[in-house]
């Protein structure tokens, strides 16, 4: 039996054995008040019964192997029974208990007992709530929790218990079908829950709340499963963090961390990132309830011109596109709506209508014709007496009605998330309606909604994460010249140039041609700029003079280099190195600009030309290659070349490479140079 089907039996049981005192009491309490229809056994040598079951004494008295168990005991004694239970080919247990890895060293060799111990089992924590099953009644969990049994909904799978209650207290009509509490992830790992979610076709999209991932190949694997499968998978990543194991002594490794390493991980296997939590429901229900999006295109209706201007500001801050009306719209809205209302996108219908069923009908099914990906109508409901809703509910009938006639993506949000009653989220979702709630949190979703669509779109191309190779040894750093022949031989191109000493350079550059540049050739120097070590646009032997004779008492070896150009763009592209992720590729704006102006991409390797090119795309500088106020363009297709050379460097010596800066990579009309290149790598390889 693999882990996944094991979880599968742990997380869908046909019977439950509590094991221990109080917690597990509360479990058996707990799966009763969801009316779990399987066999529900409890065991305690000192009780006679938990939670109004009856106990025995020992594991090996249970009628038969439990297909779930629950485990509360301290940790010793748990290790003890979760070794019994593999004895006995128990598919899988919640460990409960805390002092495991979060503790310290002792805790950590516990944790790595438990594995040990556990088999094959698939072991949920330790250091964890348990999980909670809305669609089968099942609820390993020994607290209060607020959720209800569902036919369908959302699966979340949280690195934090407490979490897990507050969201089950969700007031945001999100259909949560799964509860997970993972704890440590002592046995199973985050890509296990993916996989095995995956095989329940009652699940409408996965929540993962991650603290780290330790098998981030695993997971990516797991995330192209979900692609693949078209279930959407959202993220909300804590701990942002910098990076603080190794120091660096390259640009990519002051500008690296692990947060942006989570960025690019989640671009490339299609997990759309939330932020806060309200995103992170908001994100969820909407791909529950409308699915992924096809573009990104936004409609939007009021009858507030402060709410058409509340939408139109948050759309243009998520670059959310927001395209005018159709001529014959116009045309339609203007004799619909009268003179004194102003036509456009987003809509402002004022309250001439308010109320009429029939124009309001109208209305919106003439906007929602528009082709938006989705259009959505702002309404915030009164509190109180229901019978105070009237019109609001007119309001609400003619979009469903509208939705209807057009079959197009129509949902409804409130501006405020507590303006939109639980009664008003129960009728617009049985209407097929999503029931937003914040404008900001429901245009996030869209644009969510959006990535997760094209992800889908390109999941056939999508490769997993190269998993990290060890890297032993003392680590060395090559300088300019050695670092630069061993890219070359990857196809990047460098300038042409000569490696000398003091008294060789001005034959060097005789023979070169002026203008040229003088480096020193010194792997002790990383900034060259700083360090005084290069002098550029060296016209004739008299500045080059000029030039050695400021370096040559702290050097003995130079380059001396032909200049390139014109340039249109100096670009940086570096590697380093993170005990997770391994080696991953920074991109963006080079020269010594690098950490002034932070516009920068990364993506992790294997790399794939359409990354690199989108990654290019999405820079601030894209516009430099584009040719910005009628100057020359770049060669972009010659960068991405580049880009892919330096990754296959780095992939054929993923298992020394520790650091690479080529900063500048120059961007000419036609072709690229790398000026400077700095290379970390483990001695002797």
């Not at 995330?223 to 998978?233: D, E, S």
């Not at 759309?315 to 203007?334: E, H, I, N, V, Y």
């Not at 309001?395 to 939705?403: G, I, K, Q, S, Y």
């Not at 700083?530 to 030039?547: F, I, N, R």
Request: with cysteine.
């Amino acid at each position: 039996m693999t882990r996944v089907q094991a979880l599968q039996r742990l997380l869908r049981p046909k019977s439950i054995a509590v094991i221990g005192g109080d917690s597990a009491a509360e479990v058996a309490r707990q799966c009763r008040a969801m009316e779990f229809d399987g066999a529900l056994w409890a065991v305690n040598p000192h009780r006679a019964e938990l939670g109004g079951i009856e106990c025995v004494e020992s594991i090996e008295q249970l009628p038969a192997v439990p297909d779930a168990s629950f485990v509360a005991a301290p940790p010793e004694t748990s290790l003890q029974i979760i070794q019994q239970l593999a004895k006995l080919g128990a598919p899988g247990a919640v460990c409960f208990a805390a002092g495991f890895a979060e503790v310290g060293e002792e805790g950590a060799r516990l944790q790595r007992e438990l594995r040990e111990v556990s088999g094959d089992m698939a072991i949920m924590g330790p250091n964890c709530h348990g999980y909670l099953n809305y669609l089968d009644g099942v609820a390993l969990w020994p607290d209060q929790h607020g959720g209800e049994r569902v036919a369908s909904g959302a699966a979340l799978v949280l690195q934090s218990g407490n979490l897990g209650i507050s969201m089950t207290m969700q007031q945001r009509g999100l259909d949560l079908g799964y509860v997970i509490s993972v704890g440590n992830n002592g046995v199973l790992g985050i890509h296990h829950y993916i996989e095995t979610l995956l095989e329940d076709s009652r699940v409408t999209a996965i929540g993962l709340h991650i603290e780290g991932i330790d098998d981030v190949a695993a997971f990516s694997v797991a995330a192209i499963k979900a692609l693949k499968k078209g279930i959407p998978v959202v993220a909300l990543k804590t701990g942002r963090s910098e990076r603080g194991s190794e120091i660096t002594l390259s640009h990519t490794g002051s500008l690296a961390g692990p947060d942006r390493l989570y960025d690019a991980l989640f671009e490339r296997v299609g997990v759309a990132r939330c932020d806060t939590v309200s995103q992170f429901l908001e994100t969820l229900k909407f791909l529950s309830l409308v699915g992924p999006l096809a573009d990104d295109s936004v409609g939007s209706m009021s009858c507030s011109g402060g709410d058409a201007s509340l939408v139109a500001d948050c759309a243009d801050r998520l670059r959310l596109p927001m395209p005018k009306f159709s001529d014959r719209t116009t045309a339609r809205l203007k004799t619909l709506l009268g003179p004194k209302v102003h036509v456009s996108n987003p809509l402002d219908y004022h309250l001439y209508i308010w109320g009429d069923y029939a124009k309001l009908l109208s209305c919106f099914t003439e906007v929602l014709r528009n082709n938006f990906a989705c259009a959505l109508l702002v309404l915030d409901y009164p509190t109180g007496d229901e019978r105070q809703t009237e019109k609001w509910e007119i309001t609400e009938r003619a979009l469903v009605d509208a939705a209807a006639a057009t079959g197009r993506a129509a949902i409804i949000v409130s501006t405020l998330p507590e303006s939109l009653p639980e009664n008003v989220r129960i009728r617009l979702k049985a209407a097929g309606i999503a029931p937003m709630q914040g404008i900001d949190d429901c245009l996030y979703a869209i644009r969510a909604a959006t990535f997760v669509g094209a992800s889908q779109a390109r999941a056939e191309s999508v490769l997993p994460v190269m998993a990290p190779a060890q890297s032993k040894g003392d680590v060395v750093a090559l300088d300019e010249w050695e670092s630069k022949q061993v890219l070359s031989e990857f196809g990047l191109s460098i300038p042409d140039g000569r490696l000398c000493n003091a008294a060789e350079v001005l034959n060097a550059a005789e023979a070169l041609g002026y203008p040229v540049a003088l480096k020193a050739a010194s792997a002790g120097v990383t900034h060259k700029t700083e360090a005084g070590a290069v002098a550029l646009g060296l016209a004739d032997a008299a500045s080059l003079s000029d030039a050695l004779i400021a370096m040559q008492d702290r050097f003995e070896r130079f380059i001396v280099e032909e200049m390139v150009g014109p340039t249109v763009v100096e670009i940086i592209v570096g590697v380093s190195r993170d005990r997770n992720f391994g080696l991953s590729l920074l991109l963006g704006v080079g020269g010594t600009l690098v950490e002034l102006i932070e516009d920068a991409a990364f993506l992790l390797l294997p790399l794939q030309r359409a990354d690199v090119d989108r990654a290019l795309g999405a820079l601030r500088i894209a516009r430099l290659l584009d040719g910005y106020r009628g100057q020359p363009g770049g060669d972009r297709d010659a960068l991405v070349t580049a880009v892919e050379n330096i990754g296959r460097f780095a992939e054929a010596y993923s298992d020394s490479l520790h650091e690479l800066d080529v900063n500048p990579i120059l961007v000419m009309p036609h072709g690229v140079v790398a000026a400077d290149a700095l290379i970390r790598k483990t001695k002797n390889h």
